[in-house]
Structure formats: structure tokens, C-alpha cells
């Protein structure tokens, strides 16, 4: 099982980033996603998700509402975070993860490596 987790860089407030996060086929079959990020001295905390089938039920922290998109490819096995407007506060490493079931239940079961996300501001 393998996720990769890419797209993570500086970038200034403002600015916007998409992050990629591609697994093999198995690893995503049929299950939801989800984003969760972590910033220097703090808990690991959601951002957001999307479930398998159909267009993709989505969930989002209040947090990153209205800033943060998530979609996915099935056919590339990718699930994508767009981010817009981003803020220092922003800064963390982000981490995808596979839900044990196809809706998203906050059971993330496999991890990505994380990719780093700085803000200047």
C-alpha cells in the first residue's frame, strides 16, 4: 500500500497550491479520501474529504471552506486538493489517507508520506 502525497512548497499568502496525493488502484479502491494537515507543535487535523462513486460527496472544515477544493480521478487513482487564498496560518505538512469505507467516516486506515505547505506572509 502506497500514497504519495506532492504538490507542497512556498508560496506567499494569497497565493494558491494544488496538492496531489496517487496511490495504487487497490489502495483506492472504493474508498473515500481525505486531507489532514499538521503544523509545527499541533494535532493533526482534518481539511478535507471526498467519498468514492458518483461525483464525490465532499467534507470540509470550517476551516478551509470556500478556500479549499478536493476532487478526484479515478481513472489516475489521484485525489487532488486545490487551495486558494492561501494564509500563513495554512502552513503544515499535509498528509492524505484512505477511509475504510467508501463515505468518508473519519477512519483514515493508510497514511501518505506528507508534503510540506510553507505561507510567507
Known amino acids: 500500500v502506497q500514497l504519495q502525497a506532492s504538490g507542497g512548497g512556498l508560496v506567499q499568502a494569497g497565493d494558491s497550491l494544488r496538492l496531489s496525493c496517487a496511490a495504487s488502484?487497490?489502495?483506492?479502491?472504493?474508498?473515500?479520501v481525505g486531507w489532514f494537515r499538521q503544523g509545527a507543535g499541533k494535532e493533526r487535523e482534518f481539511v478535507a474529504a471526498?467519498?468514492?462513486?458518483?461525483?464525490?460527496?465532499?467534507y470540509y472544515a470550517d476551516s478551509v471552506k470556500g478556500r479549499v477544493t478536493i476532487s478526484r480521478d479515478n481513472a489516475k487513482n489521484t485525489v487532488y486538493l486545490q487551495m486558494n487564498s492561501l494564509k500563513p496560518e495554512d502552513t503544515a505538512v499535509y498528509f492524505c489517507?484512505?477511509?475504510?469505507?467508501?463515505?468518508?467516516?473519519?477512519?483514515?486506515?493508510?497514511w501518505g508520506q506528507g508534503t510540506l505547505v510553507t505561507v510567507s506572509s
Open positions: 489517507a484512505v477511509d475504510r469505507n467508501s463515505y468518508w467516516s473519519y477512519s483514515p486506515t493508510y
Open positions: 488502484k487497490r489502495t483506492f479502491s472504493n474508498n473515500a
Open positions: 471526498i467519498s468514492w462513486g458518483g461525483r464525490g460527496t465532499t
